[in-house]
């Protein structure tokens, strides 16, 4: 765990096991950033009603992927494949 400020960076794994106590933190003002192996990836604050601007979706600025069809022909079912393999352990 680490502290920045009013801020506390914790793991995955430590705000899941103490889920209860970080919120309640957080409802006292608090703020938590969830990291997962040191990067950020999640901020809790509290909730501020309505005046909280909502969370917006915005497409991307590149156009979309296509992923190209493959002429790769299968002359096995690699699922039959994976279960009979399985069925060998």
Excluded: C, Q
Aim: no cysteine; charged share 30%; hydrophobic share 40%.
């Amino acid at each position: 765990m680490t502290h920045y400020g009013l801020m506390k960076t914790i793991t995955i794994s430590a705000f899941k096991a103490h889920l209860s106590a970080e919120l309640r933190k957080v409802r006292r003002g608090g703020r938590v950033v969830i990291s997962d192996r040191d990067t950020p990836i999640a901020e809790v604050v509290p909730f501020r009603g309505e005046d909280t601007p909502t969370l917006g979706i915005r497409l991307p600025d590149a156009v979309p992927f296509e992923i190209p069809r493959s002429s790769l022909r299968i002359e096995h079912d690699p699922v039959a494949y994976l279960l009979e393999d399985r069925a060998r352990r």
